[in-house]
């Protein structure tokens, strides 16, 4: 309604993209954005979340330059450095994405997603004992953070925590019982252990979720 009676209104284009985005259509809300940015150039937020949506859509190259813009207009913007982050790990450019991550930090003490991409830059980089000590701040800043479970859970098999990464693979997939990477990931675990039976099932249940690609 907004878009109708003020058509060259931004913002009103900007929160029709977030919403798009929110609800997991990301080309129709790439189009919403693209529109908002064509009448502000100078829309930050906009542009964080152009980033957001071309980063969902696997599209990480072009995800890292949006969010560049929006930092560039804004550089206090935390949200679009964390989210950054993620699209620089998926890269695999995981210097810069510690880098970006920890400036996601510094604006915003209390983002677990900062937290979160700082830890798994941190294990991809080797630097298992810093990753944990990251992982640890994001689920106690969000105790329903998966994903970050996850992570914990690979950083502590990398230790050769296997009793201890068991455990965080299993809050990973009882928080959401969807995570095929996680069981996949905890059945190795098990295995570790020599808990077969169960290592058994776990992989089991990944491949149920995902028949082609479970690990």
Do not use: N
Not at 40 to 64: F, Q, T
Not at 75 to 97: C, I, N, Q, V
Not at 128 to 157: C, I, M, N, Q
Not at 171 to 184: G, V
């Amino acid at each position: 309604k907004a878009i109708q009676l003020a058509p060259r209104y931004s913002w009103a284009y900007g929160s029709k993209g977030a919403v798009l985005r929110q609800l997991r259509q990301y080309k129709e809300a790439l189009g919403a954005l693209d529109k908002a940015l064509e009448l502000d150039p100078d829309y930050s937020w906009a542009y964080g979340e152009k980033g957001e949506a071309l980063r969902l859509l696997g599209e990480h190259e072009e995800a890292v330059q949006a969010f560049d813009k929006a930092t560039e207009l804004d550089p206090t913007y935390g949200w679009a450095y964390a989210h950054k982050s993620a699209a620089l790990r998926m890269l695999d450019r995981f210097e810069e994405a510690l880098v970006s991550a920890d400036k996601a930090i510094e604006l915003e003490p209390t983002d677990e997603m900062a937290y979160g991409e700082k830890g798994e830059a941190l294990r991809m980089l080797g630097r298992y004992e810093e990753a944990l000590h990251a992982l640890d701040k994001a689920v106690e800043l969000d105790p329903a953070y998966s994903w970050a479970f996850g992570s914990r859970g690979a950083t502590l098999y990398a230790l050769r925590q296997y009793k201890e990464a068991v455990e965080a693979f299993e809050k990973a997939t009882e928080l959401d019982p969807r995570y095929t990477w996680a069981y996949a990931h905890k059945s190795e675990a098990l295995r570790m252990l020599d808990r077969f039976e169960e290592a058994l099932v776990s992989a089991g249940k990944a491949i149920e979720l995902e028949p082609t690609d479970a690990v």
